[in-house]
């Protein structure tokens, strides 16, 4: 399969589900979580407080791996593995564009200090479970 249709496969994936694991390093250790995810092209955004587990980790060690797809219908379901570099995004534009309704349980608005987003910046994208094809790897580092 040629990058561009790799991409176009990713980024349909990405489009089609946005909630995913993110798995973070605790003292040498994985840690993962669901999270919700967005995407603008092949950087995923998902937002969280400041106050949790996963932004320590993140400001100790920014890489992270992020499992995306996947429904639960059988052994063909296509999904991601995203590995890249997660860095904690306060930009107010952004904040304003990725708050919904729920995030009004966690959050009191978008300027609420406590709410940040994190970028995840991909350095490998590997596509699973295309058409029985082996899994591709679009390499962006």
């Not at 089609?16 to 669901?34: C, E, F, I």
């Not at 980790?57 to 991601?80: S, V």
């Not at 995840?120 to 082996?134: F, G, V, Y």
Request: net charge negative; glycine share 4%; charged share 25%.
């Amino acid at each position: 399969m040629d990058e561009q249709k790799l991409k176009e496969e990713i980024l349909h994936v990405m489009d089609q589900n946005h909630t995913g694991t993110l798995a973070t390093v605790k003292k040498q250790k994985p840690h993962s979580r669901y999270m919700t995810f967005s995407h603008e092209d092949l950087t995923l955004y998902t937002p969280t407080s400041k106050e949790t587990y996963k932004v320590d980790e993140i400001k100790e060690n920014p890489n992270a791996h992020i499992l995306l797809g996947y429904n639960g219908n059988g052994w063909g379901d296509q999904y991601i593995e995203f590995q890249g570099k997660v860095s904690l995004n306060d930009s107010k534009n952004l904040k304003e564009k990725l708050w919904s309704d729920e995030l009004k349980n966690y959050f009191s608005s978008p300027d609420d200090p406590n709410y940040v987003v994190l970028q995840c910046q991909p350095e490998t994208i590997r596509l699973m479970n295309n058409n029985s094809e082996s899994s591709q790897t679009l390499e962006l580092s």
